[in-house]
């Protein structure tokens, strides 16, 4: 059995009830906190599907689409960059879980 990357798992991920490209994001992130007060960039070292980025600038870039809702980044945040909104459960948005 071939081991599968990051970015092939991630490939993976489904959202219930909506195609990735109609995803309404649960989370918002002001980058511009992170590129201007943030001294540590913290959230581009802990977020397991690296939704964090750095650029050569240094610059932290967001992108959503391959969120898996872990909320690591919600508490590894102290800047307040990162507000976090859970999916509505009776709408049946959000990641599908496999196990849980």
């Given at each position: 059995m071939k081991l599968?990357?990051?970015?092939?798992?991630l490939g993976?991920?489904?959202?219930?009830?909506?195609?990735k490209s109609e995803i309404k994001p649960h989370i918002t992130v002001?980058?511009?906190i992170c590129n201007s007060t943030?001294?540590?960039?913290?959230?581009t070292y802990v977020c397991p599907a690296n939704c964090y980025t750095m650029d050569d600038q240094g610059k932290v870039h967001f992108?959503?689409?391959d969120c898996i809702?872990?909320?690591t980044c919600?508490?590894?945040?102290?800047q307040g960059a990162v507000?976090?909104?859970?999916?509505?459960?009776?709408i049946g948005r959000g990641v599908t879980w496999n196990y849980g």
């Open positions: 599968l990357s990051l970015q092939e798992r993976l991920v489904s959202y219930r009830n909506q195609a002001e980058t511009d943030c001294p540590h960039k913290c959230t992108q959503v689409e809702e872990c909320g919600m508490y590894a945040c102290d507000s976090w909104e859970f999916p509505d459960p009776e």
